[in-house]
């Protein structure tokens, strides 16, 4: 959990109240996808991009947030 204290901490969430529901759901979801794709501790930089192409396929998330999200969870 201390990786979504470090996450949330510095997120600036837009300021509609469901926005900021819908949001913070997306990345919540991109570091649980994240989290359970490392635990078999081979997590290339294969399984990395496929991971970012997904995220990018299925939230608004700009590549800033989901580069803030990988480096993060490093």
């Known amino acids: 959990m201390n990786l979504?204290?470090?996450?949330?901490?510095?997120?600036?969430?837009p300021s509609d109240k469901k926005s900021d529901?819908?949001?913070t759901l997306?990345?919540?979801?991109?570091?649980?996808l994240i989290e359970v794709s490392k635990s078999?501790?081979?997590?290339?930089?294969?399984?990395q991009e496929k991971i970012k192409?997904?995220?990018?396929n299925k939230?608004?998330?700009?590549i800033e947030e989901?580069?803030?999200i990988f480096s993060v969870s490093s």
Do not use: G, M, Y
């Not at 997306?26 to 649980?32: E, N």
């Open 53 to 56: 192409k997904l995220i990018q």
């Open 26 to 32: 997306q990345l919540a979801t991109c570091i649980l």
């Open 40 to 47: 078999d501790d081979d997590f290339d930089i294969h399984e």
């Open 66 to 68: 989901l580069d803030h």
């Open 4 to 13: 979504l204290e470090k996450l949330f901490s510095k997120s600036d969430l």
């Open 21 to 23: 529901i819908n949001h």
């Open 59 to 62: 939230f608004n998330l700009t």
